[in-house]
């Protein structure tokens, strides 16, 4: 090969790098109480919504709040406390169903161990006892069950009803003091020279096409995302300095979120 048509090989492949998008991944996965009721275990949040913005979202609403000069209604005390009440109720409710649950199962392989045995058999009358020992905790712990989803329906009635009319004012609120600021967020990546950019994790929890969907530059981002749970959402909005070479990795976790109420 000449040297000319090398080094013009080499300019090519220098400037094919230089023009390359960079690759940002984003791993989304959260703990959570395990199945088995003991500890917890580490989910891949999968088919989650992940954005990366050139410019602070947080940072605005709080200019544009307080540009705006009323406060935002707060939720009152009582409604918080009672909320804890509903949260507390309905983890007694689950903690005697998964009781129930693991009774029911013991239940069904005695009954199957037992047919291995002849009733005159002395395994069999140990059995037939152990039977009876979990059969009458099944029907207490079943009481107990109804009565824990009653309690937690009744208070879970009642918040929905205060909820609903907090909610109604905090979204009044809103719509009239951030009514402009999608117009802020297109000057800001106008400002920024920057795309935005979106993609949804996959079955593991990862988002790695955002630079499919939007040909990225390298400069700063903030990586948002919201994950709805029972009674709270988790949000993240974590910048990120976005340059050329190796993709560029971050983990969503609960470490890195805002637990924000949900009403």
């Not at 037939?128 to 079943?142: A, I, K, M, N």
Request: one cysteine or more; charged letters at 25%; glycine letters at 6%.
């Amino acid at each position: 090969m000449r040297k000319s048509t090398l080094s013009f090989a080499v300019a090519a492949i220098l400037a094919l790098g230089a023009c390359a998008s960079p690759e940002v991944v984003v791993t989304v996965e959260i703990d959570v109480a395990s199945p088995d009721g003991e500890g917890t275990v580490i989910r891949a949040l999968d088919n989650l919504q992940v954005r990366l913005l050139p410019y602070d979202r947080d940072a605005i609403f709080d200019s544009v709040q307080a540009a705006y000069g009323t406060p935002e209604p707060e939720v009152p005390q009582e409604l918080l406390d009672a909320r804890d009440g509903v949260r507390v109720a309905q983890e007694e409710w689950q903690e005697s169903e998964r009781r129930w649950n693991t009774i029911r199962d013991t239940l069904v392989q005695i009954t199957a161990a037992m047919e291995g045995y002849s009733r005159g058999e002395s395994r069999y009358v140990a059995l037939f006892r152990e039977f009876q020992d979990f059969d009458g905790q099944l029907g207490s712990v079943e009481r107990q069950m109804n009565r824990a989803f009653e309690n937690f329906t009744s208070l879970q009635g009642g918040t929905i009803r205060q909820a609903d009319s907090i909610r109604i004012l905090q979204d009044n609120w809103a719509d009239e003091a951030f009514a402009d600021v999608d117009l802020i967020f297109v000057e800001k990546q106008r400002e920024s020279g920057l795309p935005a950019a979106a993609d949804t994790t996959d079955a593991s929890g990862v988002a790695r096409n955002f630079h499919v969907n939007a040909k990225l530059k390298p400069g700063q981002y903030w990586v948002t995302a919201r994950y709805e749970l029972t009674y709270t959402e988790l949000y993240w909005n974590v910048p990120l300095t976005v340059e050329v070479g190796e993709p560029v990795q971050l983990r969503l976790t609960r470490d890195n979120a805002e637990e924000r109420l949900k009403l």
